[in-house]
C-alpha cells in the first residue's frame, strides 16, 4: 500500500515528448495557413462579385430589352447599386463559417466563366 | 501583456496575432495535449485553435481575458476533436504505446516516469468533465473564475468536480500499487 496520497508527489511535469523545435516553427507554420485562408476569402469575394455584376447587368439587359443599353463603364446609380451590394456582399460573408465558405467556393470555382476573372 | 498584445494587434493585425500565438502556445498546447496524448493530433487541434481565434480576433471585445477566451476555443477544438475521431483514439492502457512518452534511462528517472505516466492513465480515466476541470485546475493553475466561463459550468460545480477528480485519481492510484504488491 503506498504512503498517504499526495498529488505533491507526483509533480506537473508531462511525461510527453515534444518535437524538437516544434515551438519555433508554431507560429510561422499558422502565419502561413492564415495567410492562405486570408487569399481564399479574396478569391471568393471576387467570385461572387462577378457573378453579382453579371446577374445585374443580364437583369438591366432583360429589363431594358436591348443590348444598347448595358453600360460599358458603370456610371451613376448602376456604380451606386453595385457598391452597395458590394457591402452587402461584405457583410453576408463576414457571418459565413469556414464550412458554409468552403462549400461556396468549391461550387463557384467549378464555375469556368468566373475563374476567367482569377488574379 | 495581454494588453501589449491589444495594443500591437490595433496597429498591425497580423504582428499582434503573431505575438499572441508565440505567449500562448505551449499553454495551450499542454492544455490540448493532455486531453489528446499524440503530438500530431495535439498540433493539428492547436493549429485549428489559432486559426479559429483569427477568424474571430475582430469579434473580441476584452470582455473576458485574452486567455479565457483562447482556452475556451482550444477546448471545444480538442472536443470536437475527440467527438470526431472516438473509435480512433489509444485505448487507456495503451497509454506506453504513446511514441512521445518519454522513459528515462537510469532508477530513479524510471521510477518518476512511471508515476507521471501512472498519473496520466488515473486522470485519463476519469468522466470527462472531471478531467477537463482537474487538468484546467491542476496543471493549468486557472482559478474557478476562469474556468467556469470556459467550460460554462458555475463555480460549486466546478469545485464538486475537481474534489472527485482527486479523489477517483487517489483510487485508480491506490488500486494500481496495492496490485502490484
Known sequence: ?119 | MDEEILQIADKDKEKGFRCLIERYQEPLYWHVRRMLPGHDDAEDVLQETFLRAYKHWGSFKGSSKLSTWLYKIATNEALRFLEKNKHTLLPLDDLERVPEVEWQDNEADAESAERLVILQKAIRQLPERQRLVFNLRYYDELDYADISEILETQVETLKTNFFYAKENIKKYIQKYYDERI
Do not use: C
Not at chain 1, 456582399?89 to 476573372?117: F, G, K, N, P, R
Open chain 1, 1 to 119: 500500500m503506498m504512503k498517504e496520497f499526495d498529488l505533491n508527489d507526483f509533480g506537473k511535469q508531462m511525461p510527453y515528448h515534444v518535437p524538437e523545435g516544434f515551438f519555433a516553427r508554431f507560429p510561422e507554420q499558422v502565419m502561413r495557413k492564415v495567410a492562405v485562408e486570408r487569399r481564399r476569402r479574396r478569391m471568393w469575394r471576387l467570385s461572387v462579385g462577378m457573378t453579382a455584376v453579371a446577374a445585374l447587368v443580364a437583369g438591366i439587359v432583360f429589363w431594358t430589352g436591348t443590348p444598347e443599353a448595358i453600360p460599358s463603364v458603370p456610371s451613376g446609380d448602376y456604380a451606386d447599386r453595385m457598391v452597395t451590394l458590394a457591402e452587402q456582399l461584405d457583410a453576408y460573408l463576414d457571418h459565413l463559417s469556414d464550412e458554409e465558405l468552403a462549400e461556396q467556393y468549391d461550387y463557384y470555382a467549378a464555375d469556368v466563366t468566373l475563374t476567367l476573372y482569377e488574379e
